[in-house]
């Protein structure tokens, strides 16, 4: 007697599908990208997190990292705007439908250089959406020049040496009002995957700017962008566990080491102090760090500032419950009443 | 003081008619001193009586100081084009004043304060003197007020000249500070001091009157901008992203207004809008796209240097079929200079727009009816052919004071094109079709059918938005035969703009040899060109184009005349070149008229056109 053993069925989410779900192309970036570890963050970040994969929008500018938001994803719409302007594009869609999650991919260049200008905006307005740069320091399709967040002294592998002093775009961004700022590194999964999913709980745009070497032109022993200079560099700011709305709340922490912070859908963030008297939620502190950490030329990584209870830019406009995407026309156009008295007005 | 001017003065000439309703007033003041609401007086209250009338501010590009003129065009024929000739000069900028009094036509009334001397400098017009600076001090009691209240009295003063009914400029001051009690009661002072000094004071000698007749009764007065706002909130636009640009900041702050009134769900309070300041132009048409493809009607409002920042972004839209207006309301450009003059500059420009194989349909309105008008069918057609549309005014129909009747309300129902809205309607298609394909031509139209965003929970629904590479399925593809496929495509939904746009106006018995090609604010001087023209023994056709592609007719019009003058209100003949284009063998029966001095297109310009053009 034989017996065929059942096909294991594929583990599935609290929304019923398989991570396979939330998979999109294959990637054709180099192999070893540090992109593609991020694409794989954010994958099981959705799929952890039961979001219903078609209400993800995603969006990108520009270059390798822009490339990545089709390699995830796919059963959600996908925007690939022109070079540095995602956020225009996401803004617009956030006020066309302001129900959709909204997560944007984009590099040091698409965003340092020519989308700062956009960028400023998108943190200043506060427009739901996760902002994911992919930080390595140089422009890779256009194979290897600096961008702005190149560190001073960093040398390109053809010689040339930086002069100029990095953007630092998490500084920038608590100075612009983002309520949700992070620094990560593309090797370190555990602490990405958390400040990922803390990012889709949170309500207002969320910033991450993650080091994620360029294994083709900027992954040599004289830049600060290697994946090997991060890795023995990293210094995390605390440990980061994350408490989904879904889940039981447990209090089996201790106050005085860790840090709890509720976020906008009921997750919790859970913060294991590893800097004393560093407090995310304090606006001085985070920029003390940030410049601390500018001045010794550390690596530093976690949540760096968080604002839970800040109003988005939909919030403020006090925006219809309904998308006006898909507002039915009778509520767009006004009835004849209306006209008639625009008319009266100007006889 | 009137004796001195009378000597002075030349007495109207024995037998010469009286200049009745068909003249040009001309108020020259300093940009800031507050003349607008004076002006508007003036024009509303002549509205009021019942002659045709339009008003139009020349100003320069500064806050105060600059010299400013405001011309005031009465047409018992009902004719509203700028006026060349200038009938009743108001001198009341001292910058300004010589060179203004030297360039009236002979027998013109000019009102000027009486400190500047002027009436020495011209024999052949008529001068009024008025103590302005004096008179202001008696009638105005608050000092703060007199640099203000000193315009309304030259409202009074040519009221008296002229014969404006002064019940009807008491109802305009009503008009213009509805609502504030005392405003009304300073001015209306200020305007019957004058009033009555001049009647006491001044002897008519020139031959300028205004007659009450019934030509406006019914009408409205509006700008254009005002205009294409209602139009746009009557066609439901949603998201609104905007850059501050003078000609059309005007556009977007009516919006506002009309919208925060009219486009409050009754049910919620909630506005059903959103409506946008953003950093630049280039986030302003990248907001419209990422609304657009959302699925909203979104709109943004700019001027000829914005298109240019919008270049990128409108050829990302043509390529990757996003829907979205652009309104270019032209003027003099770029940077400092004639920001404020109007010009027809954008033609080429925008209509061949981004690089790559681009182009895109404008609409071209002539009138503020159609500025009202094609800004519905602007977002119509946005929609229904998936890709960027232009409404193309001008500075002088954007912002200037026009009569017309009052807009009807909208019969069509919005046309949102071919978006698949729900899963049942994406079954179905994949069960007619085979597959939905984004970017499939399954219709023979080359318009490709479209889903939103979060819409349908199905494996195929979504799709990915790219720029010039894709496939029918919008995957990601650099093959030779997928982009040729595509370009081919979109050249085909091109031709199948044409039969979708507002075709031409055409006027005339179709059978004088010369016509006359013209679109947007030439209309007004065209129309009026026209008629003088017939006067003289020369009748033309006309063709008034609203749209770009051409619709098939164009050509047939252009045959079917010996000689054709096409009007461009800029130095190069953009419409003339891409007429010639169109048109094949038969452009030689074209001829170019162009008039670029920044001030708008006036009857005369063409008339001298043409003639020229038809000198034997």
Same mark, same amino acid.
């Given at each position: 007697?034989?017996?065929?053993?059942?096909?294991?069925?594929?583990?599935?989410? &609290?929304?019923?599908?398989?991570?396979?779900?939330?998979?999109?192309?294959?990637?054709?970036?180099?192999?070893?990208?540090?992109?593609?570890?991020?694409?794989?963050?954010?994958?099981?970040?959705?799929?952890?997190?039961?979001?219903?994969?078609?209400?993800?929008?995603?969006?990108?500018?520009?270059?390798?990292?822009?490339?990545?938001?089709?390699?995830?994803?796919?059963?959600?719409?996908? #925007?690939?705007?022109?070079?540095?302007?995602?956020?225009?594009?996401?803004?617009?869609?956030?006020?066309?439908?302001?129900? $959709?999650?909204?997560?944007?991919?984009?590099?040091?260049?698409?965003?340092?250089?020519?989308?700062?200008?956009?960028?400023?905006?998108?943190? &200043?307005?506060?427009?739901?959406?996760?902002?994911?740069?992919?930080?390595?320091?140089?422009?890779?399709?256009?194979?290897?020049?600096?961008?702005?967040?190149?560190?001073?002294?960093?040398?390109?592998?053809?010689?040339?040496?930086?002069? $100029?002093?990095?953007?630092?775009?998490?500084?920038?961004?608590?100075?612009?009002?983002?309520?949700?700022?992070? &620094?990560?590194?593309?090797?370190?999964?555990?602490? $990405?995957?958390?400040?990922?999913?803390?990012?889709?709980?949170?309500?207002?745009?969320?910033?991450?700017?993650?080091?994620?070497?360029?294994?083709? #032109?900027?992954?040599?022993?004289?830049?600060?962008?290697?994946?090997?200079?991060?890795?023995?560099?990293?210094?995390?700011?605390?440990?980061?566990? #994350?408490?989904?709305?879904?889940?039981?709340?447990?209090?089996?922490?201790?106050?005085?080491?860790?840090?709890?912070?509720?976020?906008?859908?009921?997750?919790?963030?859970?913060?294991?102090?590893?800097?004393?008297?560093?407090?995310?939620?304090?606006?001085?502190?985070? #920029?003390?760090?940030?410049?601390?950490?500018?001045?010794?030329?550390?690596?530093?990584?976690?949540?760096?500032?968080?604002?839970?209870?800040?109003?988005?830019?939909?919030?403020?406009?006090?925006?219809?419950?309904?998308?006006?995407?898909?507002?039915?026309?009778?509520?767009? &156009?006004?009835?004849?009443?209306? $006209?008639?008295?625009?008319?009266?007005?100007?006889? | 003081?009137?004796?001195?001017?009378?000597?002075?003065?030349?007495?109207?000439?024995?037998?010469?008619?009286?200049?009745? !309703?068909?003249?040009?007033?001309?108020?020259?003041?300093?940009?800031?001193?507050?003349?607008?609401?004076?002006?508007?007086?003036?024009?509303?209250?002549?509205?009021?009586?019942?002659?045709?009338?339009?008003?139009? !501010?020349?100003?320069?590009?500064?806050?105060?100081?600059?010299?400013?003129?405001?011309?005031?065009?009465?047409?018992?024929?009902?004719?509203?084009?700028?006026?060349?000739?200038?009938?009743?000069?108001?001198?009341?900028?001292?910058?300004?004043?010589?060179?203004?009094?030297?360039?009236?036509?002979?027998?013109?009334?000019?009102?000027?304060?009486?400190?500047?001397?002027?009436?020495?400098?011209?024999?052949?017009?008529?001068?009024?003197?008025?103590?302005?600076?004096?008179?202001?001090?008696?009638?105005?009691?608050?000092?703060?007020?007199?640099?203000?209240?000193?315009?309304?009295?030259?409202?009074?003063?040519?009221?008296?000249?002229?014969?404006?009914?002064? %019940?009807?400029?008491?109802?305009? @001051?009503?008009?213009?500070?509805?609502?504030?009690?005392?405003?009304?009661?300073?001015?209306?002072?200020?305007?019957?001091?004058?009033?009555?000094?001049?009647?006491?004071?001044?002897?008519?000698?020139?031959?300028?009157?205004?007659?009450?007749?019934?030509?406006?009764?019914?009408?409205?007065?509006?700008?254009? !901008?005002?205009?294409?706002?209602?139009?746009?909130?009557?066609?439901?636009?949603?998201?609104?992203?905007?850059?501050?640009?003078?000609?059309?900041?005007?556009?977007?702050?009516?919006?506002?207004?009309?919208?925060?009134?009219?486009?409050?769900?009754?049910?919620?309070?909630?506005?059903?809008?959103?409506?946008? =300041?953003?950093?630049? %132009?280039?986030?302003?048409?990248?907001?419209?796209?990422?609304?657009?493809?959302?699925?909203?009607?979104?709109?943004?409002?700019?001027?000829?240097?914005?298109?240019?920042?919008?270049?990128?972004?409108?050829?990302?839209?043509?390529?990757?079929?996003?829907?979205?207006?652009?309104?270019? @309301?032209?003027?003099?450009?770029?940077?400092?200079?004639?920001?404020?003059?109007?010009?027809?500059?954008?033609?080429?420009?925008?209509?061949?727009?981004?690089?790559?194989?681009?182009?895109?349909?404008?609409?071209?309105?002539?009138?503020?009816?159609?500025?009202?008008?094609?800004?519905?069918?602007?977002?119509?057609?946005?929609?229904?052919?998936?890709?960027?549309?232009?409404?193309?005014?001008?500075?002088?129909?954007?912002?200037?004071?026009?009569?017309?009747?009052?807009?009807?309300?909208?019969?069509?129902?919005?046309?949102?094109?071919?978006?698949?809205?729900?899963?049942?309607?994406?079954?179905?298609?994949?069960?007619?079709?085979?597959? +939905?394909?984004?970017?499939?031509?399954?219709?023979?139209?080359?318009?490709?059918?479209?889903?939103?965003?979060?819409?349908?929970?199905?494996?195929?629904?979504?799709?990915?938005?790219?720029?010039?590479?894709?496939?029918?399925?919008?995957?990601?593809? %650099?093959?030779?035969?997928?982009?040729?496929?595509?370009?081919?495509?979109?050249?085909?939904?091109?031709?199948?703009?044409?039969?979708?746009?507002?075709?031409?106006?055409?006027?005339?018995?179709?059978?004088?040899?010369?016509?006359?090609?013209?679109?947007?604010?030439?209309?007004?001087?065209? =129309? %009026?060109?026209?008629?003088?023209?017939?006067?003289?023994?020369?009748?033309?056709?006309?063709?008034?184009?609203?749209?770009?592609?051409?619709?098939?007719?164009?050509?047939?019009?252009?045959?079917?005349?010996?000689?054709?003058?096409?009007?461009? =209100?800029?130095?190069?003949?953009?419409? +003339?070149?891409?007429?010639?284009?169109?048109?094949?063998?038969?452009?030689?029966?074209?001829?170019?008229?162009?008039?670029?001095?920044? +001030?708008?297109?006036?009857?005369?310009?063409?008339?001298?056109?043409?003639?020229?053009?038809?000198?034997?």
């Amino acid at each position: 007697m034989s017996s065929v053993a059942e096909p294991k069925a594929p583990a599935t989410n &609290r929304a019923g599908l398989t991570i396979k779900e939330y998979g999109g192309l294959k990637s054709t970036l180099c192999v070893g990208c540090g992109h593609d570890v991020i694409t794989r963050q954010i994958t099981q970040a959705l799929y952890d997190m039961g979001v219903a994969p078609h209400r993800v929008a995603k969006f990108s500018g520009i270059g390798c990292s822009s490339k990545t938001t089709a390699y995830f994803a796919d059963r959600g719409h996908g #925007f690939n705007a022109v070079h540095g302007r995602m956020p225009a594009v996401a803004t617009g869609a956030a006020l066309a439908n302001a129900s $959709l999650l909204n997560l944007g991919v984009s590099g040091d260049g698409d965003t340092a250089s020519i989308g700062a200008g956009q960028f400023v905006h998108l943190l &200043r307005r506060n427009v739901p959406m996760i902002y994911i740069v992919e930080n390595n320091g140089v422009y890779g399709l256009t194979k290897g020049q600096f961008s702005a967040t190149a560190d001073v002294g960093s040398k390109l592998k053809t010689g040339v040496v930086n002069d $100029l002093p990095a953007i630092d775009l998490c500084a920038m961004a608590i100075q612009l009002g983002c309520g949700y700022v992070a &620094r990560s590194f593309s090797g370190d999964m555990k602490q $990405l995957l958390a400040l990922i999913k803390g990012a889709i709980a949170h309500r207002g745009t969320s910033m991450l700017d993650v080091i994620s070497p360029c294994v083709t #032109f900027n992954n040599h022993e004289d830049s600060t962008k290697s994946y090997k200079w991060a890795k023995d560099h990293e210094i995390q700011i605390q440990e980061i566990g #994350f408490v989904p709305y879904f889940d039981e709340i447990t209090v089996d922490y201790d106050p005085g080491t860790t840090q709890d912070v509720l976020l906008h859908d009921g997750s919790h963030i859970r913060l294991r102090k590893l800097r004393e008297d560093f407090d995310p939620t304090d606006k001085r502190k985070a #920029f003390g760090l940030l410049q601390d950490a500018q001045e010794k030329g550390e690596f530093l990584t976690g949540l760096i500032y968080v604002e839970p209870t800040k109003k988005d830019f939909v919030s403020l406009l006090g925006m219809h419950e309904t998308a006006l995407a898909t507002m039915p026309d009778e509520k767009l &156009r006004p009835g004849a009443e209306a $006209l008639g008295k625009i008319m009266e007005s100007l006889k | 003081m009137s004796t001195v001017l009378e000597e002075k003065a030349p007495a109207p000439q024995a037998g010469r008619p009286e200049v009745i !309703n068909d003249f040009s007033i001309h108020v020259a003041t300093a940009n800031g001193s507050g003349s607008q609401s004076s002006n508007n007086i003036l024009m509303r209250s002549i509205f009021q009586m019942g002659i045709p009338v339009s008003g139009k !501010n020349l100003f320069p590009s500064n806050i105060q100081g600059l010299p400013t003129w405001f011309t005031i065009r009465t047409s018992g024929e009902g004719f509203i084009a700028r006026r060349r000739d200038v009938g009743v000069l108001i001198c009341m900028n001292p910058e300004t004043a010589q060179e203004d009094v030297r360039t009236v036509h002979p027998g013109a009334a000019v009102i000027y304060e009486e400190s500047l001397k002027l009436d020495g400098t011209r024999g052949d017009v008529h001068f009024y003197p008025v103590p302005f600076s004096k008179l202001v001090l008696e009638l105005v009691q608050d000092g703060k007020l007199r640099r203000l209240a000193v315009n309304m009295i030259y409202v009074g003063v040519a009221a008296w000249l002229l014969g404006i009914d002064m %019940e009807e400029i008491h109802k305009a @001051v009503i008009k213009q500070f509805r609502g504030k009690e005392k405003a009304v009661e300073i001015n209306w002072a200020a305007i019957r001091g004058g009033y009555d000094w001049a009647a006491k004071n001044l002897t008519k000698a020139d031959p300028f009157r205004l007659e009450r007749m019934n030509a406006t009764e019914g009408k409205i007065i509006i700008d254009g !901008n005002a205009a294409a706002a209602i139009g746009a909130m009557m066609a439901g636009v949603s998201v609104v992203a905007w850059y501050p640009i003078t000609p059309s900041s005007s556009l977007a702050e009516s919006l506002i207004d009309y919208c925060r009134v009219h486009r409050i769900d009754p049910e919620t309070g909630k506005p059903t809008f959103a409506i946008i =300041q953003a950093e630049d %132009e280039l986030a302003a048409a990248g907001m419209v796209l990422g609304a657009g493809w959302a699925g909203a009607r979104a709109m943004t409002t700019t001027s000829g240097p914005g298109i240019s920042l919008m270049s990128e972004f409108t050829g990302l839209g043509y390529y990757a079929e996003v829907p979205a207006v652009i309104v270019d @309301v032209q003027r003099v450009g770029p940077s400092t200079g004639l920001p404020t003059r109007t010009m027809q500059g954008d033609i080429l420009s925008t209509y061949y727009l981004s690089h790559g194989d681009c182009r895109h349909v404008l609409l071209f309105p002539g009138s503020v009816t159609e500025c009202y008008l094609l800004a519905q069918d602007a977002f119509d057609l946005a929609e229904r052919l998936q890709t960027p549309v232009f409404l193309m005014t001008d500075l002088d129909l954007g912002m200037n004071n026009w009569m017309a009747d009052p807009f009807t309300y909208p019969e069509k129902p919005l046309d949102r094109g071919k978006v698949i809205r729900t899963e049942e309607q994406l079954k179905e298609h994949i069960a007619r079709f085979g597959e +939905f394909g984004r970017y499939a031509d399954v219709d023979g139209d080359g318009i490709p059918w479209r889903t939103l965003p979060g819409e349908i929970d199905h494996p195929v629904a979504a799709y990915f938005t790219r720029g010039s590479g894709h496939t029918e399925r919008a995957t990601y593809s %650099e093959r030779p035969d997928d982009y040729q496929r595509n370009m081919d495509r979109l050249a085909l939904k091109f031709e199948t703009a044409r039969r979708y746009v507002p075709g031409p106006v055409v006027e005339g018995d179709g059978r004088a040899p010369v016509a006359v090609i013209a679109y947007g604010s030439s209309d007004f001087a065209v =129309q %009026e060109a026209r008629h003088l023209l017939r006067r003289k023994g020369l009748p033309t056709d006309y063709l008034r184009l609203r749209a770009l592609p051409f619709t098939p007719d164009v050509a047939g019009f252009v045959a079917a005349h010996d000689r054709v003058y096409v009007v461009d =209100q800029n130095r190069d003949g953009q419409m +003339f070149d891409l007429l010639r284009l169109e048109v094949g063998a038969d452009a030689a029966r074209l001829r170019s008229i162009r008039h670029y001095d920044g +001030f708008p297109l006036d009857a005369e310009t063409v008339i001298e056109g043409i003639e020229a053009g038809e000198k034997p």
